[in-house]
């Protein structure tokens, strides 16, 4: 069984390498990588892409993936269909980028074979894009292709799986979008949970949707978290913790920016600091809203 890479695993946070079609080795070496993802996509049937970063067994990923899955069961396409969605045909995405965006972004449900969790989120995805890539053809022959993807299933793919190629996951753009106050929540749930474990946490409804978005910014609640914390793996959650905590040590570099150029005279001694963090809202300085 190919193993998933998870959130703990610092590769997933490297941007993968661009492949040049007129190398040779590149080419021998992104036809194993597409083999290595046929293997992942069959052994994982209820995946709607993979990129060659989440593979474990991949050391140097190129920035391929493949967008949809050849190999679902009957039972899972009849259970897609009563969302009215039909799974995509497998197609080998390599080099991708995003040329075109149309309309206002939507708000997407978001889950990802490397968060093992109950952990879904919401992001503003484009329902069309316009994208460039190169895939092979029946000999291996490199093909450019352009087009749009009116199919919106296969845009929100493209859009979730261009994250990994850039070094991303769905989770990134999500926590880079909490304020402290919800930063600090977080951190102490984790810690409540390390500090508690139950052998049987109390049953987690794995559609629900934990981080959920609008115009005015991300939010969730504390106690639908902590169920889906407690049936997330450990893996994933020591990852998921290290992303919460480095996000609220940027957001305090950046707070602690903000204040010395308010401050043109001097720096102030580290009490008066103190002082200033005290009275001060932290979360005006949170960031805007996520954009694609």
Same mark, same amino acid.
């Given at each position: 069984?190919?193993?998933?890479? /998870? ?13 040049n079609p007129d190398s040779v080795f590149d080419l !021998? ?26 593979? +474990?067994?991949? %050391?140097?990923?190129? @920035?391929?993936?493949?967008? $949809? ?11 897609? +269909?009563? @969302?009215?969605?039909?799974?995509? @045909? ?8 995003? +040329?075109? @965006? ?11 074979? %490397? !968060?093992?969790?109950?952990? #879904? ?9 316009? !994208?460039?890539?190169?895939?092979? *053809? ?9 087009? *749009? ?15 990994? !190629? ?40 794995? =559609?629900?949707?934990?981080? /959920? ?8 609640? &504390? ?6 914390? #407690? ?9 998921? %913790? ?5 996000? =609220?040590?940027?957001? /305090? ?20 600091? *103190? ?10 300085? &949170?960031?805007? $809203?996520? $954009? &694609?």
């Amino acid at each position: 069984m190919i193993t998933i890479r /998870q959130l703990n695993d610092p590769t997933l946070y490297k941007k993968s390498k661009s492949f040049n079609p007129d190398s040779v080795f590149d080419l !021998v070496k992104i036809k194993e990588q597409i083999s290595l993802l046929k293997q992942t996509t069959s052994q994982y049937p209820t995946s709607a892409g993979m990129a060659a970063v989440q593979c +474990a067994e991949i %050391s140097e990923p190129y @920035r391929v993936f493949i967008l $949809g899955n050849n190999h679902i069961s009957n039972e899972y396409k009849q259970q897609l +269909a009563a @969302r009215g969605i039909v799974m995509p @045909r497998e197609k080998i995405i390599i080099n991708p980028e995003i +040329a075109m @965006r149309y309309g206002e972004p939507r708000s997407v449900d978001q889950q990802c074979f %490397s !968060v093992c969790g109950p952990l #879904r989120g919401q992001l503003p995805f484009y329902k069309f894009i316009g !994208v460039k890539y190169l895939t092979l *053809d029946d000999n291996d022959n490199v093909v450019e292709v352009e087009e *749009d993807l009116t199919n919106e299933i296969e845009g929100r793919i493209f859009q979730h799986e261009y994250l990994h !190629v850039e070094g991303m996951t769905y989770l990134n753009l999500i926590i880079n979008q909490l304020t402290f106050a919800q930063l600090e929540t977080i951190i102490a749930i984790i810690k409540g949970i390390k500090g508690n474990p139950i052998d049987k946490p109390e049953p987690v409804n794995n =559609l629900m949707t934990i981080f /959920q978005w609008d115009a005015n910014g991300i939010g969730f609640e &504390a106690l639908a978290l902590e169920k889906a914390l #407690r049936h997330t793996q450990a893996d994933s959650l020591n990852g998921f %913790s290290q992303l919460v905590e480095s996000a =609220l040590v940027a957001k /305090q570099e950046k707070y602690n920016h903000n204040l010395f150029c308010l401050n043109p005279i001097g720096l102030k001694q580290a009490s008066e600091w *103190d002082a200033v963090v005290t009275v001060t809202s932290k979360d005006e300085f &949170a960031g805007p $809203g996520f $954009g &694609a």
